[in-house]
């Protein structure tokens, strides 16, 4: 009997080791990677996606409102050197004499619209979309959705841009009304809500999109971001899928699944 139980234990223990060394064991790479597969497999069972970005976006892109860089210094320096700004946001923040307005305003437009090209982030993006309803909610001021070819009717700049459109004008509220129309339609329909870069403490789009996921049972969310970035609201985790990283890189790499 005692050499049974002892034989016994003898079996558990080989089983135990042989579980530890077959155990699936996920490197941060393999893990993003499973990460990127789940995405494209939500994505492409979606009716639609509900795309939001901000300045994660046009960060990756290299344009940084908040930076003091060597594109500011060119673009800028005049601003720099006479009103002690360090950066875009200031400049559009600080009252300018009427003359020097207009020349911020002339630089900024050309800074972010003559001398831009498209990005590759936006051709990713393009493809990751491909022939699927979409709508587009972004606090990013530079429209570079539209030089990138998006619909402009399907674009909600919730904060207005740099050079046409303020906030609650006219304009911007054929935007939102353009919003509640997509979501209304989708409302019982499987959504994806994609989040581009928008920080972890985002109130304006963050935090009402996720809340928005979790009273549609049908919808999901997915979200790209640095790993400090990355905030999900608990009741939508099990909808949820996170990828942790350099956003120009994620999106090419999901883009691959396409």
Same mark, same amino acid.
Do not use: C, W
């Given at each position: 009997m005692y050499l049974n139980l002892v034989l016994s234990i003898c079996i558990l223990i080989v089983r135990i080791c042989l579980h530890l060394v077959h155990k699936k064991?996920?490197?941060?790479?393999?893990?993003?990677?499973?990460?990127?597969?789940?995405?494209?497999?939500?994505?492409?069972?979606?009716?639609?996606?509900l795309i939001s970005a901000s300045n994660g976006l046009s960060i990756s892109e290299g344009f940084n409102i908040f930076a003091d860089n060597q594109d500011f210094e060119k673009y800028f320096g005049?601003?720099?050197?006479k009103y002690g700004i360090s950066n875009i946001l200031q400049g559009v923040g600080?009252?300018?004499?009427?003359?020097?307005?207009?020349?911020?305003?002339?630089?900024?437009?050309?800074?972010?619209?003559t001398d831009y090209y498209g990005s590759r982030q936006f051709?990713? #993006?393009?493809?990751?979309?491909?022939?699927?309803?979409?709508? @587009? *909610?972004?606090?990013? +001021?530079?429209?570079?959705?539209?030089?990138?070819?998006?619909?402009?009717h399907k674009i909600w700049e919730i904060e207005g841009n740099f050079f046409d459109l303020e906030m609650r004008s006219p304009e911007w509220q054929d935007q939102k009304e353009d919003f509640q129309h997509f979501t209304e339609k989708y409302r019982a329909k499987k959504v994806v809500q994609l989040e581009l870069g928008i920080g972890?403490?985002?109130?304006?789009?963050?935090?009402?999109?996720?809340r928005m996921v979790a009273m549609n049972m049908d919808w999901s969310y997915?979200? #790209?971001?640095?790993?400090?970035?990355?905030?999900?609201?608990? @009741? *939508?985790?099990?909808? +949820?899928?996170?990828?942790?990283?350099?956003?120009?890189?994620?999106?090419?790499?999901l883009k691959e699944k396409f």
């Open positions: 064991t996920y490197s941060k790479g393999e893990k993003h990677g499973h990460n990127i597969k789940d995405a494209a497999l939500m994505i492409k069972d979606a009716d639609a996606l005049y601003f720099q050197t600080i009252p300018l004499s009427a003359s020097d307005h207009a020349k911020f305003m002339e630089r900024l437009e050309q800074y972010m619209i051709e990713n #993006l393009r493809k990751i979309i491909g022939d699927k309803d979409y709508f @587009v *909610i972004t606090s990013n +001021a530079d429209t570079h959705f539209q030089l990138n070819g998006f619909n402009p972890a403490a985002n109130q304006l789009i963050k935090l009402p999109l996720m997915i979200t #790209l971001n640095f790993a400090k970035e990355i905030n999900v609201l608990p @009741v *939508i985790k099990d909808r +949820a899928i996170a990828i942790e990283g350099d956003l120009a890189k994620t999106l090419a790499q």
